[in-house]
């Protein structure tokens, strides 16, 4: 629970790069998300290459949080494994929640990039990707070296009791 | 991470009742992911009511893991804040895997039901909720008394390294 409440975007990294065995914990975390059917319908490209970050870069407004991460994973969603969109749709967002919280677990920052789906044909051909792996999100992780803060709404804004309109 | 690898689909509840502390810990899990704007899309119903958990149970063919449990919690997106469907249905994802992995937490059993999806109509009437809140799930919570077992495809079938096609 302090995991998940204490975890936030973070888009600014130091220069330090990612340990291989957090990267494995990270993807670990990824794997094991539930999912319908238990149909997994995840791919996931890490990418270490500073090249590669800089084209990828190149997808986004946010260029300039990729280009100071050193670490991307590119999350898609596998066209020959699904079942279903929407709940498809949502085990890759339960994988992707495992990954961010997993990269907290283990001190480092990340930040869940959605803006760069606008190009991800473009990231595909990057990453040599092929047209069954549509990009769900890109995943920036890095040493965090800013502390950033965030709110959500009260329960009693979101959260009913037995029935609609019945505040929690 | 232990919590993440740790936790299955557990579809068998004792009779023992959720205490609210333990509620209110999921659903604040709930509350805390994140979400493209922050924005927030989802809306939960808690259901504790013996009645209203038997009439949900007559919505899905798996109405006896409904039956066995002690708390629903209904997960839905709320049309009124979307701001791409995509990225708001992952993050429904995202919030419903907080919440299963805080279930979890506090020792409780818990499963994420997509059948019942179905007959999304029926649950809406049940529990007053408007059409602006789609059902995207319902999570069945309580004590379990079965241990279940799972099991994931291994990375090198799921993750690449640098580009597609050279297996992590």
């Not at 959605?114 to 990707?129: M, P, T, Y």
Request: charged content about 25%; hydrophobic content about 40%; glycine content about 8%.
């Amino acid at each position: 629970m302090d995991t998940i409440r204490s975890r936030r975007s973070i888009r600014k990294f130091g220069d330090a790069s990612v340990e291989d065995e957090k990267i494995d914990i990270i993807l670990d975390a990824g794997r094991w998300a539930p999912s319908g059917m238990n149909n997994q319908p995840w791919q996931f490209i890490v990418v270490k290459d500073g090249e590669t970050i800089e084209e990828v870069a190149g997808c986004t407004t946010y260029g300039d949080i990729v280009r100071s991460a050193n670490l991307l994973i590119a999350v898609f969603l596998d066209r020959d494994r699904m079942y279903d969109g929407t709940k498809d749709t949502m085990a890759i967002g339960a994988c992707i929640q495992n990954m961010l919280l997993a990269a907290h677990s283990v001190e480092l920052g990340a930040v869940w990039l959605g803006e760069i789906l606008n190009r991800r044909e473009k990231v595909n051909q990057i990453l040599n990707a092929p047209d069954s792996l549509k990009l769900m999100a890109v995943i920036a992780i890095g040493y965090p070296v800013e502390r950033a803060t965030s709110t959500r709404k009260a329960l009693s804004e979101i959260a009913h009791l037995e029935q609609y309109g019945h505040p929690y």
